[in-house]
Structures are given as C-alpha cells and as structure tokens.
C-alpha cells in the first residue's frame, strides 16, 4: 500500500514544488515506484518533469470533476519509476466548480485509493493557499511535507498550516500527520540560519528533518530543463541533499512499519 505525502506550505517561494520535484524523482532513484500529483494550477512540476503546459492534455483538474480516471491521465518520465499526473491553469476554477459536487473533499482521496498499491511513493504537490485543492490533497494523504526557509516570520506561516492540519485531522482524515518540516534554501554560514533552526529545533522537535536543503544554483536551474536536480547534475549539492531527505523519509517509514 503507497504512503500519500502532501508537499504544503500556503507560504509561496519556500521550495514547495522543488521539493515534491526532487523528492519524488529521489525516491524513484532508489528503485521505489513513485507517483508525483501536480495540484498546482501553475503546473509547475508538470514542467519541471518535462511536460510544458498543454490546454490538450488531460490533467488534475479532469481528475477533480470526474472527467478521467488517474490511468487515464498519469504520464512517464525520465526515470523508469517515476510517473506524474500533470496540472493545468483549468484547475484554478476548481475551487468554484468543486463547491457544488458531492464529496468535494474527498475528490482526490477517492481517486488515489484505487491505485494506492502500485506504488510505494505518492507525493501531492499543493498549490501556495490553504483552498479546496489543498484541502483535498490534505484528506488524501497519510502525511504532509513542510518545506520552510529559515526566516523568523515563516514560522507564522508554518503554525497556520499546522492548525489546518489539525482540523482536517478532525473532521475529515484522522489518520493525518505531520512527516515533517524540511529547512529550503539553507545557508548555515548566517547566524540566523542557525539561530532560527535552533527555534525550530525546540518548537518541532524529531519532526524538523535532519536533512536541510542548501541554496544551489544547479537546483535552480534543473527545472528550465525539464530534469530533476539528480537527472540534471547528480552530483550537485541540491541533488545529494534531496537523496539524503528521501533516504531519511524512507528510514522512518520503515522503522515505523516495523515497529
């Protein structure tokens, strides 16, 4: 049975797409059979995997209204055990078009559980907003991804997100937890990097990632090209670091399964 993780932060520009990008493709590096669901009406990770936007193609948004099955739509990638269900700017009027529909929090869960046991992987890429496309990757997952910078007010960010999930946890997915939160664009040469982690370190305990994510250039420019970080330059600082995270999710999962 797959493990759904939801990469969320209603915070835009803290690494949210290249961490569902390159944790996604890092999982499947390692030989784990991965599905990446773009949520995002930018469709960022869609192009990040080598999938321009394309008004044609069908996307999450056929998905959502019931237009298409997730056989229907999920696409290859580069990587032999990555696949992708792509996003299209059709899934901004989602919001709207959802409010009306039966089990409109449940749209994306319903979907995910009929091909949980293909893979071992599925991460949701949320869009930046706390809105019914959030709202249902929330519900479809076991556990959600916090990517944050280390800046003092993006904990203000972070403590909203964390009350969401505690309400979803409530009313709709009491099986939902925090995997944890993931330090983005990091640079432990500034004192408030390290000041600031310290906090976080205190504030979230074991579910702040031992592994950060370094500011790199090569990890900034992977998605221009269509490529993950690791396909794009593997030896990168970007790529090791998103290999390091994953093979750290996929200790804990295991740990947790034996335990």
């Not at 520009?13 to 390692?30: E, W």
């Not at 990638?77 to 039966?102: F, H, M, R, Y």
């Not at 939160?181 to 000041?195: E, F, G, I, K, P």
């Amino acid at each position: 049975m797959g493990r759904v993780i939801a990469v969320a932060n209603q915070k835009g520009g803290v690494g949210k797409t290249t961490t569902a990008i390159n944790l996604a493709a890092s999982f499947a590096a390692a030989e784990v059979p991965t599905l990446l669901i773009d949520c995002d009406p930018q469709s960022n990770s869609s192009s990040g995997l080598g999938y321009p936007k394309d008004p044609q193609r069908f996307s999450t948004y056929h998905l959502l209204m019931g237009d298409a099955q997730l056989d229907q739509i999920t696409l290859t990638t580069a990587l032999d055990q990555l696949w992708i269900v792509p996003s299209s700017k059709e899934l901004t009027g989602a919001n709207i078009e959802l409010v009306t529909l039966d089990r409109r929090e449940f749209r994306l869960r319903d979907a995910v559980d009929r091909i949980r046991n293909r893979y071992q992987f599925i991460v949701l890429d949320c869009p930046p907003a706390l809105d019914l496309l959030t709202l249902n990757a929330l519900v479809a997952a076991d556990s959600v991804i916090v990517p944050m910078q280390a800046e003092y007010f993006a904990l203000e960010g972070v403590s909203e997100l964390l009350d969401t999930v505690e309400r979803v946890k409530q009313t709709f997915n009491p099986g939902l937890a925090v995997e944890g939160v993931v330090l983005t664009m990091y640079d432990d040469r500034t004192n408030l990097a390290q000041q600031v982690t310290d906090e976080l370190r205190n504030y979230f305990g074991d579910r702040l990632f031992t592994t950060s994510i370094p500011r790199n250039v090569r990890l900034a420019e992977a998605p221009s090209h269509g490529k993950p970080a690791l396909l794009y330059d593997v030896r990168s600082r970007g790529a090791e670091a998103y290999i390091k995270l994953a093979k750290e999710i996929m200790d804990r999962v295991m740990l947790r399964a034996s335990a």
